[in-house]
């Protein structure tokens, strides 16, 4: 009998450590043969003709991807690259590698269950399986205190029975080594412009928060987050937006550079008398994460509304007030900082995004999806889930849940109103 190969199809996963599918290729196969595809289609413009992956954030994913890539090749293994579609280009190389099964983790938002449906359709014609495995939470689907069709939609309910109820289970180990059959050709890691970005938006590619892609800047960001915490030397934000403070985990969050369960054992091993309070934020924003997800999980698409033909026949107001929005030229002082450092960092803090977000829906009357594909192409850390839920929310999905992001408003001066849009 020949040896079993198992293909490691990587997405938003991008870490060798607390990686199930890894670890389980590891066991059950003789080799195995991690991938990673580039697919083309986050690198066009959506239905509301935004980019669906800004510059920043593409520089960001080919770093992530780079680190992976060397810390495989520092287990023994590669990690091979492609720039196409995944439901062409895995079936070819399983068929090349003589692979026996793939492994993937499962998403939730409908872009990327359709792609993972056409690889397992693709797969199936050659009689091989595409397994699922569920690693982006922090509380494991199988361990809620409720099946999916009955999780409470009010995050409250969920938050106090999962809490009272669930455990948090512990990290995996990483891999000592990772056998993997003789690569021939691994691929080429792409820079921008072969992703398709022009010449003359290059220059803004470098990342103004210094954020580097990748699990080793991931892991150096979560003990830095966790020692300032302990010694409160905390750091005002960017041009003094607000008095909160930032992890600034959530780009690596979104690429899966790191686990949940990891930061959460993290913060929890490092303070296990008292969290402070930023860390017990940052577990509740953890929380958060998983909310949205699940309700993804729960209510499918549904839970974005379809395009309606007010959306559609373009409103010249609306048009004229969405665009002063996205510039940062509403004349609202605290509104066009929050949206001008949104432009140029791909990051603002939760608080302000949902202040943002809700003067857009309810000062502005712009329809919600709007802005949300606006933030899908320029949050660096963007995950669809948590961006789509947090806009239905605020445009009043969940009146209980939206009203609890609003409880933090804006200082006075937002509704101060010098040369306002919305006088205009």
Request: glycine share 4%.
């Amino acid at each position: 009998m020949g040896e079993k190969t198992i293909l490691v199809w990587f997405r938003n996963d991008l870490r060798i450590h607390d990686n199930e599918i890894l670890l389980e290729a590891i066991k059950k196969a003789d080799k195995v043969l991690p991938v990673y595809c580039f697919d083309p289609y986050y690198f066009t413009k959506n239905e509301y003709n935004n980019y669906k992956t800004g510059i920043l954030r593409a520089q960001f994913l080919i770093e992530s991807v780079s680190e992976l890539r060397k810390n495989l090749r520092n287990k023994g293994a590669e990690l091979i690259i492609r720039i196409g579609d995944p439901a062409l280009i895995l079936p070819k190389i399983a068929e090349d590698y003589q692979v026996s099964e793939v492994y993937h983790h499962r998403e939730v938002a409908h872009e990327e269950t359709n792609i993972s449906e056409k690889v397992e359709a693709a797969l199936w014609k050659l009689k091989l399986n595409l397994k699922h495995f569920i690693g982006h939470t922090l509380y494991h689907k199988e361990d809620l205190p409720f099946p999916i069709k009955d999780i409470p939609d009010s995050f409250v309910l969920f938050k106090k029975k999962i809490e009272r109820e669930s455990i948090v289970r512990q990290c995996l180990p990483t891999p000592e080594i990772i056998k993997i059959p003789t690569i021939t050709n691994a691929g080429e890691i792409p820079n921008l412009s072969s992703l398709g970005f022009m010449s003359d938006m290059l220059g803004n590619s470098s990342n103004p928060q210094g954020l580097n892609g990748g699990e080793d800047a991931a892991l150096l960001q979560l003990k830095t987050n966790i020692k300032d915490s302990i010694q409160n030397n905390w750091k005002p934000l960017r041009n003094g937006l607000n008095t909160y403070y930032s992890s600034k985990l959530s780009a690596w969050i979104a690429l899966g550079c790191i686990s949940l369960r990891h930061v959460y054992w993290e913060v929890i091993n490092n303070n296990p008398e008292h969290l402070s309070p930023p860390q017990q934020q940052l577990i509740v924003d953890l929380l958060w994460r998983d909310y949205f997800r699940f309700m993804f999980k729960k209510h499918g698409q549904k839970f974005i509304p379809p395009l309606n033909s007010s959306f559609i026949e373009e409103n010249s107001n609306e048009t004229f007030a969405f665009e002063h929005w996205k510039m940062g030229k509403t004349g609202v002082d605290y509104i066009d900082a929050i949206m001008n450092e949104l432009n140029e960092t791909g990051f603002i803090i939760n608080s302000n995004r949902q202040i943002t977000a809700s003067f857009l829906i309810n000062t502005l009357k712009v329809d919600w999806r709007k802005g949300a594909a606006y933030f899908e192409e320029k949050l660096i850390d963007y995950s669809p889930a948590s961006n789509w839920g947090n806009w239905a929310f605020i445009a009043g999905y969940n009146n209980a849940i939206a009203s609890k992001y609003l409880i933090a408003t804006a200082p006075s001066k937002v509704t101060e109103n010098k040369t306002s849009v919305i006088n205009n």
